[in-house]
């Protein structure tokens, strides 16, 4: 695969500097946001931590066809692919398990971006709103030219540009959380299972389901704001 002329090794590394400037306060994110949280928080902690910590290791852990946070990246996106592919195959088959038609292609471009913006965008802005520590312009554009470069590896097709600034990113990061968090029945049994399988259970899911009753990521949300 080769590297596109836009990337600038020079910004990759500032943006993987950045990172460990900032690793304490965006592994609170991480934890507040629930990402780390569920029966395979050890497992999640260790796959998410170990694939961060290798792509803003150094750039010759990113060099392509050697480094080992290369690796790691295109072993996911093969990873993606293969549910892709699999999918697809089940959706033929079995339309009522899967419909391609009705429910999308699985790991489009949309979560990847999601993806991708959860590790960025989203760091800086949680990182703002909720413990006052806010990254320098340069440091955020440089912290997303990594992330872009990141994303391209693994199959992000940016034909908007949205990962060319910092102010594209936010608002495509708030664009896809308004698409993508539309609550529906499947998704509030989701979340109502999920808050109960906290051990021990959590008080603010008493208050939550006191309060507005199945859960959906709208309400959740509202709620949480006033705890």
């Known amino acids: 695969m080769a590297v596109p002329d836009w990337v600038d090794w020079n910004r990759v590394q500032r943006g993987q500097l950045v990172y460990w400037r900032y690793c304490h306060f965006i592994m609170k994110v991480l934890d507040s946001t629930g990402y780390l ?116 590896m693994m199959g992000v097709d940016d034909f908007l540009g949205v990962t060319l600034t910092p102010e594209r990113a936010d608002a495509c990061l708030e664009s896809i959380v308004l698409h993508l968090a539309d609550p529906d029945a499947d998704s509030g049994r989701l979340l109502s299972t999920w808050a109960r399988n906290f051990d021990p259970q959590p008080k603010w899911f008493f208050h939550i389901t006191k309060t507005v009753g199945l859960l959906d990521p709208y309400k959740l949300n509202m709620v949480l704001q006033s705890i």
């Open 37 to 152: 949280l569920g029966k395979k928080t050890t497992q999640r902690i260790t796959e998410t931590a170990q694939f961060v910590f290798d792509v803003a290791y150094s750039i010759d852990y990113l060099e392509p066809g050697s480094g080992p946070a290369w690796k790691s990246i295109i072993q996911v996106r093969f990873l993606h692919a293969g549910v892709r592919a699999r999918l697809s195959r089940i959706s033929r088959a079995h339309p009522k398990y899967y419909n391609l038609e009705e429910d999308g292609v699985p790991i489009n471009q949309e979560d990847q971006l999601a993806t991708l913006f959860s590790l960025s965008a989203a760091m800086w802005r949680v990182m703002g709103q909720r413990m006052d520590v806010h990254m320098t312009t340069q440091e955020r554009e440089d912290y997303l030219h990594l992330w872009r470069y990141i994303g391209y």
